[in-house]
């Protein structure tokens, strides 16, 4: 499984940031939109569609959906960053609620609804982000980054109080809280690298402690909607990492938010 972990990062890791930070326009639109796509294959999946020609039909009508958006000039839409809000609004809810609540997204129709108010603002964000020239992209990566390293250290050494043992038995509060440590630290860096004022720093800031603990929601998601599916991983697309979605969890959650709220602050 190491062996398989490693060979995978050793090609995807290039390719991610050539694809992230080499394209720019509509290339990178339809490079994140082939993301995009590829977690939307794995979340026909996680909603209960079995058959492969349907699960291509939702994935095709999905591409269609992201066409017409850049055509009509949508794909950065601020109303779709808004979207996002209101959905992890629900997501939240939810995630707490399990699985007494199940009954209200059990449904097909609602899991693949799902899926529309969690991908789509996720490429409008990657889109966002990337027309600003890139730095704050590479900030937003780093921030997830930095948050799953810090949890996943300060969990192992301290954690003790459960996060959300229904939904993912591993995570705990302490965890939450080193991945924390970790992106303010990271927010101070850039704040000083950008030569950013003190609003605009401590905007930063805010805007960091937010989106660290909205993307904590995006791994909680989709492990509520893998427990309830009965699976471990989203698919095997990228062996020994699982699938798209496993890796993009988090960014679900934070890249559309924080593409948002440092529309107003950066």
């Known amino acids: 499984m190491l062996r398989q972990r490693v060979i995978t990062a050793a090609w995807l890791a290039p390719l991610m940031l050539a694809g992230l930070f080499g394209l ?7 490079f994140t939109g082939g993301i995009v796509l590829l977690a939307a294959w794995e ?7 079995s058959e492969t020609t349907r699960r291509l039909a939702l994935v095709a009508g999905m591409a269609l959906l992201m066409l017409v958006l850049w055509a009509a000039g949508a794909a950065l839409s601020v109303g779709l960053l808004w979207l996002a809000v209101a959905g992890w609004l629900v997501n939240l809810y939810w995630i707490v609620q399990y699985p007494a609540r199940s009954e209200q997204w059990q449904s097909m129709a609602m899991r693949l609804s799902m ?28 921030l997830v980054w930095g948050a799953d390293i810090g949890a996943y250290f300060s969990g192992r050494a301290w954690g003790r109080r459960k996060l959300a043992p229904a939904v993912s038995p591993g995570k ?25 004022g003190a609003a605009a720093g401590l905007g930063l800031v805010v805007v960091t402690a937010i989106v660290t603990l909205v993307s904590v929601m995006g ?12 699976i471990k991983d989203s698919s095997n697309l990228l062996p020994g990492h699982g699938g798209v979605l496993d890796r993009i969890d988090s960014l679900t959650a934070a ?7 440092s529309l107003g602050v950066l």
């Open 24 to 30: 720019t326009g509509g290339a990178f639109a339809l």
């Open 43 to 49: 979340w026909t999946n996680l909603a209960g569609v």
């Open 115 to 142: 899926g529309l108010w969690v991908l789509l603002p996720t490429w409008v964000g990657f889109n966002v982000l990337r027309d600003t020239g890139g730095i704050w992209l590479l900030y937003v990566l780093l």
């Open 172 to 196: 705990s509060w302490e965890g939450v809280a080193g991945g924390l440590a970790v992106t303010l630290m990271l927010a101070l860096v850039f704040a000083t690298w950008q030569g950013l």
């Open 219 to 230: 791994d909680l998601f989709e492990s509520m909607l893998k427990r309830f599916r009965g």
């Open 255 to 261: 890249v559309p938010l924080f593409a948002l709220l």
